[in-house]
T-cell receptor
Framework: NAGVTQTPKFQVLKTGQSMTLQCAQD?????MSWYRQDPGMGLRLIHY???????DQGEVPNGYNVSRSTTEDFPLRLLSAAPSQTSVYFC????????????FGQGTRLTVV | SQQGEEDPQALSIQEGENATMNCSYK?????LQWYRQNSGRGLVHLIL?????REKHSGRLRVTLDTSKKSSSLLITASRAADTASYFC?????????????FGKGNQVVVIP
């Protein structure tokens, strides 16, 4: 049981480049989310999804796009990378309903130069 | 604004001692959760307390919730070197459950063998 798998683990981008961070889960969870973690800031929600075909913005969505074509996958796209997007990105998934725990991937450390 | 704000403590304790950390939040919640993050890794769920609960135990963990003060505390008893990590509280305010967590900034705990 792999849980939540994120790829790549590390990435360096040049300003203006685009890329997609991959997230896949094998637990048949309905809910999936993307967070970014910056030093001293805790985790902040970027985008989330309550099921295939349904996504919505979180706290810091600007500069990012998501889609959810399958239950398993929830990719995060950086449209035109900026140094301010240097961060560690975490994908999480959970069952639907209240009072369920979130399962996190190991993170993608992104540096934009 | 970010919900869930721990006292920004960096605790350094001896193995066998207890560690206590606090979290406050601003609005109504469905539940409050605590997560652990080891250096460079993803977050791992520790315990969840619902808004109608006041105290919960799980192994060496004890969580309290005071909704009138909008605060929570996490107690780790008889600490071990393996408890060295950052601890985050997160609140769930979403209408449908655990899809929009608001995290605090985290507490770094170092347990000295």
């Amino acid at each position: 049981n792999a849980g939540v798998t994120q790829t790549p683990k590390f990435q360096v981008l040049k300003t203006g480049q685009s890329m997609t961070l991959q997230c896949a889960q094998d637990m048949n969870h309905e809910y999936m989310s993307w967070y970014r973690q910056d030093p001293g800031m805790g985790l902040r929600l970027i985008h989330y999804s309550v099921g295939a075909g349904i996504t919505d913005q979180g706290e810091v969505p600007n500069g990012y796009n998501v889609s959810r074509s399958t239950t398993e996958d929830f990719p995060l796209r950086l449209l035109s990378a900026a140094p301010s997007q240097t961060s560690v990105y975490f994908c999480a998934s959970s069952y639907s309903g209240k009072h369920t725990e979130a399962f996190f991937g190991q993170g993608t450390r992104l540096t934009v130069v | 604004s970010q919900q869930g704000e721990e006292d920004p403590q960096a605790l350094s304790i001896q193995e066998g001692e207890n560690a206590t950390m606090n979290c406050s939040y601003k609005t109504s919640i469905n539940n409050l959760q605590w997560y652990r993050q080891n250096s460079g890794r993803g977050l791992v769920h520790l315990i969840l307390i619902r808004s109608n609960e006041r105290e919960k135990h799980s192994g060496r963990l004890r969580v309290t919730l005071d909704t009138s003060k909008k605060s929570s505390s996490l107690l780790i008893t008889a600490s071990r070197a393996a408890d060295t990590a950052s601890y985050f509280c997160a609140t769930d305010r979403g209408s449908y459950g655990n899809n929009r967590l608001a995290f605090g900034k985290g507490n770094q705990v170092v347990v000295i063998p």
